[in-house]
């Protein structure tokens, strides 16, 4: 390093989420599984509605849902968009 560069800052990655143990792992021992199935009803009824849906997903995220699930749960209501390519 040469003396009038500045040291960049090197992200440090706490060994409890390491490869032997991942982090979908331990955020599912915390997760309550019935709550988790309360708030994706509600978003799903949300969805179905006309309703905000930032309070559903805020709940949700709370209740430790996965990503996957909330994506899971609204393509039962809205279906899976399949782009038609137009040339």
Known sequence: ML???EEIPTLKIDPRWS???PTAQCDAAKRDGAEVERTL???????????NLMPHFLDAARARASKARWSAALQEV??????SPVF
């Open 78 to 83: 809205f279906g899976t968009y399949t782009e």
């Open 19 to 21: 490869a032997s143990r």
């Open 3 to 5: 003396d009038d560069e």
């Open 41 to 51: 009803g509600e978003l799903k009824a949300a969805a179905a509605g006309d309703a």
